[in-house]
C-alpha cells in the first residue's frame, strides 16, 4: 500500500511539468443545433468534460500520444474518434445523429481500448440506466437480459453468473480490471459487487484466458465504474429503488469533483430486504438479505500519464434457505439472526498510465481481502475463514501505426486462504496460491476492413495447503501440492465488407486451473457433503466461434455460434455413499466434455412510426460429457421479446419510454445426472421510465412491474428448486436518480 502511494505521489510530481496539449470543438445535431450537455469523454485518461450552451468543449492538459475520445448524448448515436496529439493541439467538430437503434460504445475489457465492432472478441455493454430500471432487487438478473448470460441463483440475495454454460471458477468477474477473488467457487456465494457504484458492465462470451490468465476460460464480467465528474464541476445524485415483492429498500447517495489535473468522489449505498414471496404467495424462508457498500476514489490525471486509486468496502449478511433452518423460521423478515453468511470484502487497487515517448506503460496492482463467516443457531460462526490476493500487471504498449499494434505484458497474483479462531469446521484448509503469466499481443489491419488480433500466452501456477482439520467429524487432511504451467492463445478475425455489416472469426485455446475447493473441500456445503479431489489436472478448453453483425438505422441483427471443446472438465457428482447422519456424499471429478450453441439478436424500428421498437433475442447451449451425460447447471433455451414506445419529449418529460417484454424458456429436458427436467414458463413484465427536468437538473423516474401475472415457476438454475421453492412472484419496483450540482 506505501508503494502504490508513493508510486502516485512520485506521477503527481511529473504531470504537473511539461506543455498542456488540448482538444476542443463543438458537438451539433444533424440540424446544426448545439447539444447543450453533450458527455466527452477519454476513458483512457479518465477525463471528462460536457458541452455549453453553444455546444463547445475544451479538455486540456493530455499527453502527447493516439487517444480514443467519445462523444454522446442521451437519444443520440454515439461517435468515437481517434485523436493524434502528437503534433499539437486538436479541433473537433462532431455531428450526432438520432438514436433509432442503439450504436456500439468504446469498450476497455479488449486487448486495447476501442470500439465494439474492432475487437475480435464480442463484447457486449449493458449501462447504468438499464440496471437502475431493471425493476428487480437481485443486481445478477439485471445482467441476464444479455443473450448467453443465465445465473445460478438461491433467492434473491445469491446468485451467479453463467456464460454459454460455464459458472463458478469457469469465468472471471472484475471490479474496474482487477480481478475479484471472495470464495467465488460455489453457487452458494454471491457475486461480490455494488450495482450502485457501477457505470456500465462489459461482457466477454467464450476464453479470454489470453487476456486475463486462468478462470477467464468461460468468459468475463468487467464492472466498470462510473465516469468522473466533467472537469470543473462537483457533483453528486441519489438513488432509490423500492420493491414490493421483498419489502426492499435500496439507497444510494453519491459526490464526485474533478479539476483540471485531479479527480475524486465517494458513494455510500444500502439494501435492506426481507424474505422474497414464490409464485403462489407463499414467502421463502431465510430468502432475506442486507448490504452496505462504501466506495470511495482519488486520481490525477496530465501530460506524462495517469493514477488512480480506489478503495472499496462490501458486506453482505445473506440468509441461507437450507433444510435445517427451514422449520425455525415461522414468520417472514427481514434480520438475519440464524443460517447467514456474514460476508465482507475490502479492496484497494490502483491504476495507472506512464507515457514514455510514443510507448505506454500500464501498471495496475490490487490487495483485497474477503472474510467469510457462517453462522447458525450457534453462538458463535461455524465456518470463519480470510482470504488475502495481492494481484499485480505490468503491461508495455508499443508505438503503433496505422496497420499495427503491439503489447507485452507481466500479470500475477499472490494469495493465501487462513482458518481463524479454530472454528468448528473449516470446510477449506489453510493454503497458499501462486500465479505468473506473460502475455504478448498484436494487431494487424490489411487494411480498414480487414483486420487480425492474435497472441501468446504462458502461465505457471501454483497452490500448496498445509496440514490441518477439516470437515466437522473428520480429522487432519493431508498436504496437497498442485503445479502446473500452461500456454493460452487465440487468433482472431474482423472483417467488415460494407459499413453496416460486421463478421467476426475467433479461434482460442484457453486453460484453468483447479482451485482450492476442487482440490481439498471436505465438509458440508449447503445442502451436501463436499470431498475435494487432489489429483485434478488442469481444463483445457479449444473454443471457436463465429459471429454477424448488422447494422442500420432502423435495424441491428446480430448472429453468433460458438463450439467449445474441454478436456479434463472438472465437474461435482453424487455417490452413493452418505454421512453418518444420512448426507449424501459429492466428490469432484473430470471428464472430456463439449459446449455448444449460439446466440441471435434483433431489433427493428419502423421508419414510418418513429416511436416504436420491437427486439427480441434467443439463447441455446447444449453441454455433454464424453460419455454423453448431460453437464450440470446448463440453462434452458430461451427467447425474450419486448415492444417498447419511446419519444424524445413529451411536456416536460424527456425521453419517456414504456415497454412490455417477455421471457419464455423451453422446457429443460436434457439434465445432468443429478438433475431433475425443469418444465419451460413464460413471464411477463412492464416497464415506464422517463427524464424529468427539475431545475436545470433531469431526474430519472421508472416504475416496473415483472412476473405481472404472478406466474409460479422454476428456473433449470435454481438451487431452491430441490426444496421445492418457487422463484420469485410478481414484484413493483419504484426507482428514482435525483442527480445534484454543487459547484
Do not use: C
Not at 217 to 227: A, T
Not at 348 to 377: D, F, H, M
Request: aromatic share 10%; charged share 20%; proline share 4%.
Amino acid at each position: 500500500m506505501r508503494k502504490i502511494v508513493l508510486m502516485i505521489f512520485a506521477l503527481a510530481v511529473l504531470i504537473k511539468a511539461g506543455a498542456q496539449n488540448k482538444i476542443s470543438g463543438r458537438v451539433i445535431d444533424d440540424a446544426n443545433l448545439p447539444l447543450v450537455g453533450a458527455n466527452v469523454y477519454l476513458p483512457e485518461l479518465n477525463k471528462g468534460t460536457i458541452t455549453n450552451r453553444q455546444g463547445e468543449f475544451l479538455i486540456s492538459g493530455l499527453p502527447a500520444k493516439k487517444i480514443k475520445i467519445q462523444f454522446s448524448f442521451v437519444g443520440y448515436n454515439n461517435s468515437i474518434e481517434t485523436v493524434n496529439l502528437l503534433h499539437g493541439d486538436t479541433i473537433l467538430n462532431i455531428e450526432l445523429s438520432k438514436e433509432i437503434v442503439q450504436s456500439q460504445e468504446v469498450v476497455v475489457s479488449g486487448a486495447t481500448i476501442g470500439a465494439q465492432h474492432e475487437n475480435a472478441i464480442k463484447i457486449d455493454v449493458m449501462r447504468s440506466r438499464d440496471i437502475l430500471l431493471s425493476g428487480t432487487p437481485n443486481f445478477m438478473e439485471s445482467l441476464t437480459k444479455v443473450p448467453g448470460v443465465d445465473m445460478i441463483s438461491k433467492g434473491q440475495g445469491i446468485s451467479k453468473p453463467v456464460i454459454r454454460g460455464l459458472s463458478m471458477n469457469n469465468f472471471l468477474v472484475m471490479n474496474n480490471g482487477i480481478r475479484i477473488e471472495n470464495y467465488q467457487f460455489s453457487e452458494d456465494h454471491p457475486l461480490g459487487i455494488d450495482g450502485n457504484s457501477v457505470g456500465r458492465v462489459e461482457i466477454i462470451k467464450g476464453p479470454a484466458s489470453l487476456l486475463f490468465g486462468s478462470d477467464a476460460i468461460g468468459g468475463v464480467l468487467n464492472f466498470i465504474k462510473e465516469q468522473p465528474a466533467p472537469t470543473g464541476k462537483i457533483e453528486g445524485d441519489y438513488e432509490m429503488q423500492l420493491h414490493s415483492n421483498t419489502l426492499g429498500v435500496s439507497n444510494s447517495l453519491g459526490v464526485k469533483g474533478a479539476s483540471e489535473h485531479f479527480f475524486g468522489g465517494l458513494r455510500l449505498s444500502t439494501k435492506n430486504n426481507a424474505d422474497y414471496i414464490q409464485g403462489d404467495g407463499d414467502f421463502v424462508p431465510n430468502s432475506r438479505f442486507n448490504e452496505i457498500t462504501f466506495n470511495s476514489n482519488i486520481g490525477l490525471t496530465g501530460k506524462v500519464g495517469t493514477a488512480k486509486l480506489f478503495y472499496d468496502n462490501f458486506s453482505q449478511n445473506l440468509g441461507i434457505t437450507a433444510p435445517p433452518v427451514i422449520p425455525l423460521i415461522n414468520d417472514r423478515g427481514r434480520k438475519t439472526e440464524i443460517w447467514f453468511q456474514d460476508l465482507n470484502h475490502q479492496m484497494i487497487s490502483s491504476e495507472n498510465n506512464i507515457y514514455i515517448g510514443k510507448l505506454k506503460w500500464v501498471i495496475n496492482g490490487g490487495w483485497q481481502q474477503a472474510l467469510r463467516k457462517l453462522k447458525t443457531t450457534l453462538e458463535v460462526p461455524v465456518i470463519e475463514m480470510r482470504l488475502n490476493t495481492l494481484t499485480y500487471e505490468s503491461k508495455l504498449y508499443f508505438p503503433s501505426t496505422k496497420k499495427t499494434e503491439y503489447i507485452f505484458g507481466v500479470q500475477g497474483m499472490v494469495q493465501n486462504n487462513r482458518n481463524l479462531n479454530n472454528r468448528l469446521s473449516q470446510f477449506l484448509p489453510d493454503a497458499d496460491i501462486s500465479n505468473v503469466g506473460v502475455v504478448a499481443l498484436a494487431k494487424f489491419a490489411f487494411n480498414d476492413n480487414l483486420k487480425l488480433q492474435g497472441g501468446l500466452r504462458f502461465d505457471t501456477n501454483k497452490t500448496e495447503t498445509t496440514e490441518s482439520k477439516t470437515g466437522i467429524q473428520s480429522g487432519n487432511a493431508d498436504q496437497v501440492l498442485n503445479q502446473s504451467s500452461n500456454f493460452s492463445g487465440s487468433l482472431g478475425l474482423t472483417y467488415r465488407p460494407a459499413e453496416k455489416i460486421n463478421f467476426r472469426l475467433n479461434f482460442a485455446k484457453a486453460y484453468r486451473v483447479p482451485n482450492l475447493s476442487e482440490l481439498t473441500s471436505n465438509g458440508m456445503h449447503g445442502n451436501r457433503y463436499e470431498i475435494g479431489n487432489p489429483d485434478l489436472a488442469p481444463q483445457n478448453s479449444y473454443e471457436s466461434d463465429f459471429s454477424i453483425h448488422y447494422h442500420s438505422s432502423f435495424l441491428s441483427f446480430d448472429l453468433a455460434a460458438f463450439y467449445n471443446k474441454i478436456n479434463n472438465y472438472i465437474f461435482i457428482s453424487p455417490t452413493s455413499d452418505t454421512t453418518s447422519t444420512g448426507v449424501y456424499i459429492y466428490r469432484f471429478s473430470q471428464t472430456d466434455a463439449s459446449l455448444f450453441g449460439g446466440e441471435g439478436g434483433i431489433h427493428f424500428h419502423p421508419k414510418r412510426i418513429p416511436w416504436l421498437h420491437i427486439k427480441g433475442t434467443y439463447a441455446s447451449v447444449v453441454g455433454k460429457q464424453l460419455n454423453n451425460d448431460y453437464l450440470p447447471f446448463i440453462p434452458a433455451q430461451k427467447f425474450r421479446y419486448e415492444i417498447r414506445i419511446k419519444k424524445d419529449k413529451m411536456g416536460f418529460l424527456t425521453n419517456p419510454s414504456a415497454k412490455i417484454s417477455a421471457i419464455s424458456a423451453l422446457n429443460q429436458n436434457h439434465p445432468s445426472p443429478f438433475e431433475t427436467v425443469t418444465a419451460g414458463y413464460t413471464v411477463v413484465n412492464f416497464n415506464i421510465n422517463s427524464g424529468v427536468k427539475v431545475l436545470q437538473q433531469t431526474l430519472i423516474l421508472g416504475i416496473s412491474a415483472n412476473n405481472i401475472f404472478d406466474v409460479q415457476y422454476l428456473d433449470h438454475l435454481s438451487t431452491l428448486k430441490p426444496l421445492n421453492f418457487y422463484n420469485a412472484g410478481r414484484n413493483f419496483t419504484v426507482s428514482m436518480k435525483i442527480p445534484f450540482g454543487i459547484k
